[in-house]
Nanobody, 120 residues
Framework: QVQLVESGGDLVQAGGSLRLSCAAS????????VAWYRQAPGKERELVAR????????GYADSVKDRFTIFRDNAKNTAYLQMNSLKPEDTAVYYC?????????????WGQGTQVTVSS
C-alpha cells in the first residue's frame, strides 16, 4: 500500500511564498510522473504543474508559470512545489498526484490535500 502525505499549506499574504511537500511511503519501486493539482471552492480541480521522471521535464499552467517551481527528490520519494509571488487567486486545496510503480503495474495515487490561503 502506498500513501502520499502532503504538507506545507498555510495562510500567507499576497506576495509571499510557500513550499508544499508530498512524501510517498510504502513498497515503492519507482515514481514515474508527479503532478500538483488545485481545487478552489466552486471550481473544478486543475493541473498546476507536473514533472516527469527521466528526463525531469516540467510543465506549468499559464497562471503559475514563472512563479511556481516543481521539483523532486527521488531518493526521498518526495516532490515539492515552490510557490512564490502568491496571489489571492492561488487560494485552493492543493493535491499531489503520483504514478507509482510497486510490485504491480503503475498506479495513480493522490494525497489528501493541503490548504493554501492567500490574503490580499
Amino acid at each position: 500500500q502506498v500513501q502520499l502525505v502532503e504538507s506545507g499549506g498555510d495562510l500567507v499574504q499576497a506576495g509571499g511564498s510557500l513550499r508544499l511537500s508530498c512524501a510517498a511511503s510504502g513498497k515503492i519501486f519507482s515514481i514515474n510522473s508527479v503532478a500538483w493539482y488545485r481545487q478552489a471552492p466552486g471550481k473544478e480541480r486543475e493541473l498546476v504543474a507536473r514533472i516527469a521522471n527521466s528526463p525531469t521535464a516540467t510543465g506549468y499552467a499559464d497562471s503559475v508559470k514563472d512563479r511556481f517551481t516543481i521539483f523532486r527528490d527521488n531518493a526521498k520519494n518526495t516532490a515539492y512545489l515552490q510557490m512564490n509571488s502568491l496571489k489571492p487567486e492561488d487560494t485552493a486545496v492543493y493535491y499531489c498526484r503520483m504514478v507509482v510503480v510497486t510490485t504491480t503495474p503503475p498506479y495513480i495515487y493522490w494525497g489528501q490535500g493541503t490548504q493554501v490561503t492567500v490574503s490580499s
